[in-house]
């Protein structure tokens, strides 16, 4: 499906959207079981599964945005520097928020701070991957069935039916475009409403 450099793929909006809509529902009850204490399992069973199944959907997602980014990229940027510059800058910045997210829940959760949580990972992997975006096939070894599955998805000759245009499909795609500020802002949002509704005790003062 040909698309030009400035057209987002709607198709990735919407599983991320899915992504976070997912993300937000596990840390709701997340927060009531740290905060409220209350009756429910998040850390084995099915709720782990489905935590797993979210992070594992995100990780993903940035690997096909890069790999879609870098093909469109290149053709914009000759200069070698100034494109691996950009992914540099790029991962820099979602690990920084990664960092900012490490000092905030150290403050306030203490030893159940985050170490090294997904923006960390997906900061440094989007660094770590320029390297490796342009060996294509040579990358790694255990990777070729993964890679020839790609490479075969990629010259699809079946055309996905566009459905973007979908009000409920828009939604989705609005969260997707705008994962990272949600992923930022949902966890302090849903603690406040929790913390005002009487329902999650801090335990701050």
Same mark, same amino acid.
């Given at each position: 499906?040909?698309?030009?450099?400035?057209?987002?793929?709607?198709?990735?909006?919407?599983?991320?959207?899915? %992504?976070?809509?997912?993300?937000?529902?596990?840390?709701?009850?997340?927060?009531?079981?740290?905060f409220a204490h209350y009756n429910v399992n998040v850390y084995s069973g099915f709720w782990m599964y489905f935590a797993r199944t979210t992070a594992t959907t995100f990780i993903f997602l940035v690997g096909?945005?890069?790999?879609?980014?870098?093909?469109?990229?290149?053709?914009?940027?000759?200069?070698?520097?100034k494109l691996f510059m950009k992914y540099f800058r790029?991962?820099?910045?979602?690990?920084?928020?990664?960092?900012?997210?490490?000092?905030?829940?150290?403050?306030?959760?203490?030893? %159940?701070?985050?170490?090294?949580?997904?923006?960390?990972?997906?900061?440094?992997?989007i660094i770590l991957a320029y390297p490796f975006l342009k060996?294509?096939?040579?990358n790694l070894l255990i990777g070729v069935l993964c890679i020839f599955l790609g490479a075969y998805l990629k010259s699809r000759r079946f055309q996905l039916v566009d459905l973007s245009f979908f009000s409920g499909i828009k939604v989705f795609c609005f969260l997707g475009k705008h994962s990272l500020l949600i992923y930022l802002l949902h966890q302090p949002v849903i603690i406040a409403v929790l913390f005002l509704l009487g329902i999650a005790n801090m335990n701050l003062f």
């Amino acid at each position: 499906m040909d698309r030009n450099l400035q057209q987002r793929f709607w198709e990735i909006d919407f599983l991320r959207g899915i %992504a976070i809509i997912m993300m937000v529902l596990y840390h709701l009850l997340y927060n009531l079981h740290y905060f409220a204490h209350y009756n429910v399992n998040v850390y084995s069973g099915f709720w782990m599964y489905f935590a797993r199944t979210t992070a594992t959907t995100f990780i993903f997602l940035v690997g096909v945005s890069l790999s879609v980014s870098f093909s469109r990229t290149k053709k914009i940027y000759k200069d070698r520097n100034k494109l691996f510059m950009k992914y540099f800058r790029r991962g820099l910045k979602v690990f920084s928020w990664g960092l900012i997210i490490t000092l905030v829940t150290r403050i306030f959760l203490g030893k %159940a701070f985050v170490i090294f949580g997904i923006l960390h990972l997906i900061g440094i992997s989007i660094i770590l991957a320029y390297p490796f975006l342009k060996l294509r096939y040579w990358n790694l070894l255990i990777g070729v069935l993964c890679i020839f599955l790609g490479a075969y998805l990629k010259s699809r000759r079946f055309q996905l039916v566009d459905l973007s245009f979908f009000s409920g499909i828009k939604v989705f795609c609005f969260l997707g475009k705008h994962s990272l500020l949600i992923y930022l802002l949902h966890q302090p949002v849903i603690i406040a409403v929790l913390f005002l509704l009487g329902i999650a005790n801090m335990n701050l003062f």
